[in-house]
């Protein structure tokens, strides 16, 4: 079945770096790529939807600069986490839509980045 | 209202019985229904989509309900193992959001 990889799955950096993940879809292409981020005991938030070829599109609240999403090929999305603070730790889940299925195609999720900014 | 509305949960039920989750959409021109199941700490994983006619996995059965804008779940039998939290996904094609979540129902089963 269709496969979405992420990476890393876990990384811990210092506050004021910068984090980059990797979003693959490893037997789709998926023109379409979204980006999403949950703290807690919370639901999954949409933070960006990732168009491959164009301009990342942002969820209200969520800051285009410091989260750059680049979306260069039909089958990679990266999102980077520019001077992360404490409070960007988070766990952050990628997810695509295979490009020429019918609109009752799921989403498939990548395993998720767990980020803690120390 | 919220796009996307799930019963608050959470639910605690003994192994064995039968247990329902709700969840309702707000737009009519909805397409695409799936419900996922997210375990703690991972990332959420398709459990199955939602049609018209209904469909059945196992133990699971979804149902659509176009008319009151409303997806269930059923799960018969409950097994410890589907402690988890459940989430609706409506795709709606056009709008300005395409793909929105329910906040999810947690479900804990007891022994």
Known sequence: ?118 | RKEVEQDPGPFNVPEGATVAFNCTYSNSASQSFFWYRQDCRKEPKLLMSVYSSGNEDGRFTAQLNRASQYISLLIRDSKLSDSATYLCVVFSSGSARQLTFGSGTQLTVLP
């Not at chain 1, 890393?8 to 979003?23: A, F, L």
């Not at chain 1, 999305?77 to 766990?91: G, K, M, R």
Request: aromatic share 8%; charged share 20%; hydrophobic share 30%.
């Open chain 1, 1 to 118: 079945g269709a496969v979405v990889s992420q990476h890393p799955s876990r990384v811990i950096c210092k506050s004021g770096t910068s984090v980059k993940i990797e979003c693959r879809s490893l037997d789709f292409q998926a023109t379409t790529m979204f980006w999403y981020r949950q703290f807690p005991k919370q639901s999954l938030m949409l933070m960006a939807t990732s168009n491959e070829g164009s301009k990342a599109t942002y969820e209200q609240g969520v800051e285009k600069d410091k989260f750059l999403i680049n979306h260069a090929s039909l089958t990679l999305s990266t999102l980077t986490v520019t001077s992360a603070h404490p409070e960007d730790s988070s766990f952050y889940i990628c997810s695509a839509r295979e490009k020429k299925t019918s609109n009752n195609s799921p989403l498939h999720f990548g395993n998720g980045t767990r980020l803690t900014v120390t």
